[in-house]
């Protein structure tokens, strides 16, 4: 009798696990196509953004453009020819970057960082020693600051003021009021010969 009724369990239990392994592939293909929209989503706000700074960004070099070109024609009016020419040279180096960072998406930034890497290594690498350099840079003096103010403790400023601050009378003045020293307080300023005293 066990012979004739576990091969309908025995099918009932493959058809459930083929049922659970469908649906598991169906959530894992769901939660795959969603993890993608939500990179692609992710990537494009990170373009977005790429794009609108670039942009900022190209609008203030162009701005500082302009002022070595102030620059180099002032130079001019004053009579100094070979530092115009320098203003003027490094105005239209900086125009043409400020035009780059405008127009220029963050797809071709990238392609053109990439490019650079491959041509020129070592140009790349010391630019981002510097950028390096410069970020640690910041982040201790950023990060200093923001440990002092978590710790409570005084920073030098304050340091140099309690340093400095009067304390009360010691020694001989703070003690000697009934032996014929005169109190710190009861001293008084030496006047300026002169001077009227009132």
């Known amino acids: 009798m066990s012979d004739t009724s576990s091969p309908p369990a025995a099918e009932n239990i493959q058809d459930r696990a083929a049922e659970a392994q469908e649906r598991a592939q169906e959530v ?22 790429l794009d609108q700074r670039s942009t ?23 009579g100094k020819e070979t530092p115009a020419r320098i203003a003027d040279k490094a105005a239209e ?3 043409r970057v400020g035009s780059y960072l405008k127009e220029a998406d963050g797809d071709r930034m990238l392609s053109d960082v990439e490019d650079l890497g ?13 950028i390096g ?10 990060s200093h600051g923001r440990y002092r103010s978590r710790s409570g403790a005084p920073d030098e400023a304050t340091r140099e003021l309690t340093a400095t601050a009067p304390t009360q009378p010691r020694g001989v ?10 109190r710190e307080s009861d001293r008084q300023a030496p006047v300026p010969s002169g001077a009227v005293a009132g």
């Not at 939660?31 to 692609?40: L, R, S, V």
């Not at 900022?56 to 002032?74: C, I, K, P």
Request: no cysteine; net charge neutral; aromatic share 2%.
């Open 28 to 49: 894992a293909g769901q939660a795959g196509e969603k993890a993608q929209a939500a990179t692609g989503t992710a990537q494009e706000k990170l373009r977005e953004q």
């Open 133 to 142: 350099i410069a970020a640690a840079r910041f982040l201790k003096a950023s």
């Open 56 to 78: 900022q960004a190209g609008e203030t070099v162009n701005g500082t453009a302009q002022d070595l070109r102030s620059v180099g024609e002032e130079l001019r009016k004053q």
């Open 173 to 182: 003045y703070a003690e000697g009021e009934g032996q014929g020293i005169a």
């Open 93 to 95: 180096q900086t125009e």
């Open 118 to 130: 491959r041509r020129q290594p070592l140009a790349v690498l010391a630019g981002g020693l510097v």
